[in-house]
């Protein structure tokens, strides 16, 4: 961190501070938020005028609305989906027969996700074959690990294929993934491509886009994607046609307008860099300070990313060009599937070059895992019909016979991984979750914690990261299997969002996450049982009472 601050002046910074800070308040007050989430109030205030105007018929209205809301609680528990939403539904229903049939059936019908699923269904079609897979890989890992090649076997018929011999790095932090991207971004040749949940103003960004920018000049195609939610909170609207102007192409996923929609439910939450179809990043990195501990959110910041370079890239590079397709016709994505080497820069990369060790060239080759592993880069849809992040974090917790070692920013789960959790923990594997203390959603933090003694009683041991907030997303079990990426331990990410991770079997940099695991343990405070007990008695009925809502929210 120190080498971040030595050459800048501390005055230029609180001025730059309190600048930023007036120009803050100032967009609260006239932006672009702030009108949206007037239009909101706006239509809301339409609606209780019209309940009001109906409440005369009030009689009528009770005997009818009961009928409607025993119809939609019909419907709901004969619908073929998450017992958890079933139950989060009839809950609604039960209490506000009219309110809660009103919401279910608009969300039901809304016209913008149908249309979004369709067009990725449409995108899928299309895309159908360009990642093929490699029947010896997958007959290899049948003789390494009968199970791993049957949830391969499971993996491939939803899109992603399992790859052999690809060079692997994690990072244990957000600065020494910082620093290796700005490092891979100076080395691009022919393209680049940003997908990200958040984009900030501010060290981290700047930096980046420095290099874009130089880029561009050089005759590379840069690409940038992030979520609309930006748009909210972090930059203004009219911010891709500045990146435009700057000639980089830019684009916006679901951006929000003042219209009630449930599609904006379903974010961008994926993280991924692709460059030159060389390497890739993923993992829970965004481009913003907090995530390199420049600003400070929440106490310490700890996250974790990983990179990949070989063939599992071309995975990455689809992934990225599917959600690219979403809102215009699907490009030939062959051309960016052939990747860009690197160009030697140092007597060791010759070597490398010279013995044939391809695998290497593209990391500066000392400290990058090349070794016999297999790694799995996968994606999550909230429209496909199986739940591809899921059954893999499902997989781990069942096929553990050691330990299973998770780090999650939230606690939010379905019923089945509590089920797998627990299950794990009693047949004597050691379960252990790394947590925030300091919370960045209070709600998030109160029904994390209302799953606390449940998974207690079972044996399952639970860490809070005393410094501040752990924002890692991070499975290690057994020293032989792992997945880092974006995707969290709740209801948000493992059914509601767009999200991607990569999923690594037998790659010594396995150890590399146990070991930052075990890193991050001192710094942790165990809860016991007595902390449960003494609890905040706020937090206590918050966490239970959303509970009834928790995969709604």
Not at 482 to 505: Q, T
Request: glycine share 6%; with cysteine; aromatic share 12%.
């Amino acid at each position: 961190m120190k080498k971040h601050f030595q050459d800048v002046d501390i005055k230029e910074i609180r001025k730059e501070s309190i600048d930023k800070g007036k120009r803050g308040v100032k967009q609260v007050v006239f932006g672009r938020t702030s009108i949206i989430l007037l239009c909101f109030l706006l239509q809301l205030f339409v609606l209780i005028l019209g309940l009001r105007a109906l409440s005369e018929y009030i009689y009528v209205f009770v005997g009818g609305y009961m009928v409607f809301g025993l119809i939609i609680l019909l419907i709901i528990l004969n619908r073929t989906e998450n017992p958890s939403f079933q139950l989060a539904w009839a809950s609604l229903v039960l209490l506000f027969p009219a309110f809660g049939g009103l919401l279910y059936l608009y969300i039901e019908l809304q016209p913008g996700t149908k249309l979004l699923s369709g067009r990725l269904d449409e995108i899928e079609q299309e895309c159908a074959g360009i990642l093929k897979p490699d029947p010896g890989i997958l007959r290899e890992i049948g003789e390494v690990d009968p199970r791993t090649a049957q949830l391969a076997n499971y993996m491939r018929k939803n899109g992603f294929p399992i790859y052999h011999n690809e060079g692997v790095r994690y990072f244990p932090s957000g600065e020494t993934k910082f620093d290796e991207l700005i490092y891979q971004l100076k080395q691009a040749r022919k393209f680049i491509f940003l997908e990200y949940f958040i984009i900030s103003e501010g060290y981290m960004w700047d930096s980046v886009l420095d290099i874009l920018k130089q880029k561009v000049q050089e005759g590379v195609e840069v690409r940038v994607m992030y979520d609309g939610t930006d748009e909210m909170f972090n930059l203004p609207h009219e911010y891709p046609n500045e990146l435009k102007g700057m000639g980089i192409r830019c684009k916006v996923f679901s951006p929000v307008y003042p219209i009630f929609s449930t599609h904006y439910n379903n974010r961008d939450h994926r993280k991924i860099v692709v460059i030159d179809g060389r390497v890739a990043f993923t993992g829970g990195v965004n481009l913003a300070d907090e995530y390199i501990n420049r600003r400070e959110r929440f106490g310490h910041w700890k996250d974790a990313a990983v990179m990949v370079q070989g063939e599992a890239v071309k995975s990455f590079t689809v992934m990225f060009l599917k959600m690219w397709a979403v809102s215009e016709k699907l490009e030939n994505m062959a051309v960016y599937l052939r990747p860009v080497p690197a160009a030697p820069e140092d007597t060791e990369t010759q070597a490398a070059l010279a013995t044939g060790k391809e695998n290497a060239l593209a990391y500066r080759t000392a400290g990058f895992d090349c070794s016999n592993g297999y790694v799995l880069p996968y994606a999550e849809s909230p429209f496909a019909q199986d739940r591809t992040a899921q059954r893999v974090y499902l997989e781990i917790l069942n096929s553990a016979t050691r330990y299973v070692h998770i780090m999650t920013p939230y606690l939010v789960p379905d019923q089945e991984l509590i089920q797998a959790l627990k299950y794990a923990a009693r047949r004597g594997v050691d379960v252990k979750l790394v947590l925030p203390h300091i919370p960045d959603k209070k709600y998030a933090f109160a029904l994390a914690h209302s799953y606390y003694k449940r998974l207690m009683k079972a044996g399952v041991k639970i860490y809070e990261y005393t410094p501040g907030f752990v924002h890692s997303k991070v499975f290690v079990s057994d020293d032989v299997r792992a997945v880092v990426g974006a995707i969290n331990l709740d209801f948000r990410s493992l059914y509601l969002h767009f999200e991607c991770a990569l999923y690594l079997h037998g790659v010594a940099e396995i150890n590399a996450v146990e070991d930052d695991f075990h890193a991050t343990l001192p710094k942790c405070q165990l809860i016991t049982d007595f902390d449960v007990r003494h609890d905040k008695i706020t937090r206590r009925i918050a966490g239970q009472f959303m509970r009834l809502v928790a995969p709604l929210m």
